[in-house]
């Protein structure tokens, strides 16, 4: 089994910051890519940036120049920092990994995911 847990999320004035976090633990032999998926009210679920093993990096047009992804390898976690944030980035954003397990099998998992809230 693997779980997948996200923190950092919370209410934050627009132009400011937060660093979100997930460490994947559990039966893990290697993940491959990670990634940070987002989803406001009423909307579909939307990805938001992912990367790779070795650090190759996607990102929606809406966060390019403001989200910066990056993942830990030792610590299987990875994080999104997010500056410059606007009201139309307030949804739970969700963490992904693709792990191979210990028995290795492939598969995609999910965190819970965590509230980002931007504000006045």
């Known amino acids: 089994q693997v779980q997948l847990v996200e923190s950092g999320g919370g209410l934050v004035q627009p132009g400011g910051s937060l660093r979100l976090s997930c460490a994947a633990s559990?039966?893990?032999?290697?993940?491959?890519?990670m990634g940070w998926y987002r989803q406001a009210p009423g909307k579909e679920r939307e990805l938001v940036a992912t990367i790779t093993s070795r650090s190759s990096t996607n990102y929606a047009d809406s966060v390019k120049g403001r989200f910066t992804i990056s993942r830990d390898n030792a610590r299987n976690t990875v994080y999104l920092q997010m500056n410059s944030l606007k009201p139309e980035d307030t949804a739970v954003y969700y963490c992904?990994?693709?792990?191979?397990?210990?028995?290795?099998?492939?598969?995609?998992?999910w965190g819970q995911g965590t509230q980002v809230t931007v504000s006045s």
């Open positions: 559990g039966s893990i032999f290697s993940i491959n890519a």
């Open positions: 992904n990994a693709n792990v191979i397990t210990k028995w290795y099998n492939q598969d995609d998992y």
